[in-house]
């Protein structure tokens, strides 16, 4: 009689060890978290515009008040990301920022419908938005216990959960908010605050290294001479930066169909809801791509779309039927553009450093974000129209294609240190070289 034995395949990243079954598991708490997220993170980018339009509040305001977000990301980033990277506790390095930053989030959420005062609504919101830095340490997180040669197929994940919260939002939520805005905002309180917090505590982080002891004058040193130095890394901020001073343009584009194209908000939320739809179907092969060619591919060509669009919109959209081919031309692209931003910094960023680097993006990008919001605002109201706001992000799009190319073109100053992410063909290099190293 002659018994077999089977070697059950396991995944690692750091002292996380996982087989199929723990896998299994680990996803489906992230998704759940992410699903919440979502529909949060929409709902803040959807509906701040409309209730600041409803109140009355000038468009130059309105930049200037959903510039506090970027904002307070100017100023907590940096300490953010090297304190989560160097923070050690029985929660993990991560979930503490996470577990402390939602509740209150969450609270204000439930209180935006129900003030009248365009200041202290103000403070509300740059308190949501301070949060909302904190909620950043989730990204970190994920490089931390997701093993890496799944890293890509897990953000198609991540991506596919996102639009259906984002689907669920504006085929539920959004058409009401013309006449219920404070049912709106208080069940996605609830959903963000529910699920979000089950799925925290329901994942676990592993053991860490100590970390280095540093001074705070070397920490510092450190921070700016890798963050800021490098011609590799201000391309690769570049290609983050680019976006983000389009980014301001959407906070507009409903008001804009709402107020220069006559759209209604359920017209408005229904092309919303069937514009996204069918980048579902699109995410796992674009999950694929990056985990075979990396996120460059996918950054630099769906930002290059993204810009023939709003440049076409502002040439060309002049009513409901010619505003809905850029609401599907952006719902299938931007989810698309998206499903690159993180991998973008997985495969450029040693990930001994991920949260500090990362944090020096989220300073450059958000602080382009600033800048850009006010800009465009103020535009808006000099120009008495809304559609500027197409043709002022379309050149930072169609940028981004160029600043892609010369980043595969640049050295990296972190080239012996691994990364959360690597393509298929690096990976299967590094295993050649380990193989070779092992009969040697």
């Known amino acids: 009689m002659t018994s077999q034995t089977t070697t059950e395949t396991t995944f690692q990243v750091g002292s996380l060890t996982y087989n199929k079954r723990a896998l299994v598991r680990l996803f489906s708490w992230l998704l759940l978290g992410d699903f919440a997220m979502s529909m949060m993170g929409v709902a803040l980018s959807k509906l701040l515009p409309l209730q600041l339009d409803s109140m009355g509040v ?16 100017l100023v907590l980033s940096p300490f953010i ?55 950043t340490v989730l990204l970190y997180l994920y490089a931390d216990i997701i093993p890496p040669q799944l890293l890509g197929r897990f ?48 994942v676990r982080e592993g053991s860490y290294p100590p970390p280095t002891p540093e001074t705070g004058k070397q920490l510092v040193k450190d921070y700016v001479k890798d963050g800021f130095t490098s011609k590799y890394i201000w391309l690769l901020w570049f290609c983050m930066g680019s976006v983000a001073l389009a980014t301001p343009a959407s906070y507009f584009i409903d008001i804009f169909s709402k107020k220069e194209l006559g759209l209604d908000m359920k017209e408005i939320a229904h092309m919303n809801f069937i514009s996204t739809l069918p980048a579902l179907f699109l995410m796992f092969p674009g999950g694929w791509i990056m985990d075979r060619f990396g996120p460059r591919v996918i950054w630099g060509l769906f930002t290059f779309l993204i810009g023939a669009s709003f440049l076409a919109t502002f040439l060309f959209a002049h009513d409901a039927a010619s505003m809905r081919w850029f609401y599907f031309a ?17 495969a450029h960023l040693p990930a001994a450093k991920f ?68 393509t298929k063909k690096q990976r299967e290099a590094e295993e050649k070289e380990a193989a070779l190293c092992s009969v040697n």
């Open 58 to 73: 000038p468009a130059g305001q309105i930049g200037t008040i959903l510039s506090l977000g970027p904002l307070a990301t």
């Open 355 to 422: 949260g500090q680097l990362t944090s020096t993006q989220s300073l450059v990008v958000h602080g382009f974000i600033f800048v850009s919001a006010n800009v465009l605002g103020y535009l808006i109201q000099a120009q008495n129209s809304y559609r500027i706001a197409l043709l002022y992000a379309a050149p930072f799009f169609l940028l981004t294609p160029l600043f892609v190319f010369l980043l595969s073109k640049a050295k990296s100053p972190f080239a012996h240190l691994p990364t959360a992410l690597a």
């Open 81 to 135: 990301g090297v304190w989560s990277d160097r923070l050690r506790t029985k929660w993990g390095r991560r979930r503490p920022f996470l577990l402390i930053s939602t509740p209150i989030l969450a609270i204000g959420l439930l209180l935006i419908p129900h003030i009248s005062n365009i200041w202290f609504l103000a403070v509300v919101i740059l308190i949501v938005q301070v949060c909302n830095v904190l909620e």
């Open 330 to 346: 952006t719902g299938v692209f931007s989810p698309l553009m998206m499903l690159g931003l993180m991998p973008m910094l997985y």
């Open 155 to 202: 953000m198609a994940s991540i991506r596919v959960v996102g639009i259906t919260g984002a689907l669920t939002f504006q085929y539920f939520l959004l058409p009401q908010f013309g006449t219920s805005p404070v049912m709106v905002w208080t069940v996605t309180a609830i959903i963000y605050i529910v699920f979000y917090q089950l799925s925290l505590h329901m």
